[in-house]
């Protein structure tokens, strides 16, 4: 546990996981930062993107993979991620999410000259999300997944 370090990630609904990590790696603001066991301080707002996680004893290429919807990230002596929405791969509708993301570009394409600022902004997030849990549900692209 020498090179490990505890990692929660909370929705609010659920502990949706917990266990020590030898490295998380998430989509911040600024593109995408792993954090490890000595890290220093850091509090910084996630973007809509994978969560990689390398559990304690893993091989170095075996991570276990998610789609998170944002939120923050708090690294101490441990690391705790806030969000609204996080699912693993495996757990991922790929149906769903492609057909989510057909009505959100469908909508969008009828509405782009009279649809509100607000809703424009809502559907285009939602073909980001959808995007990002395509992408995850098909093993996305670190390590030659």
Known sequence: MANS????IITPSKMFYRGFVEL???????GDEGFMYGHS???KLLDIGELWIQEEGADKDDFRIAAIS??????????????D????AEDIDK???????????????????DGS???????????TKANVREHVADGSHRHGR
Do not use: M, P
């Open 5 to 8: 370090i505890k990692l929660e």
């Open 24 to 30: 998380a790696i998430v989509t911040t603001l600024e």
């Open 41 to 43: 301080w850091a509090c």
């Open 70 to 83: 944002g939120g923050f990230i708090d690294v101490k002596d441990s690391i705790i991620i806030y969000t």
């Open 85 to 88: 929405a996080v699912e693993w």
């Open 95 to 113: 149906e769903r999410a492609l057909a989510e993301k057909k009505a959100a570009e469908e909508w969008l394409a009828e509405h782009k000259n």
């Open 117 to 127: 600022q607000k809703d424009i902004d809502a559907a285009k997030l939602a073909i």
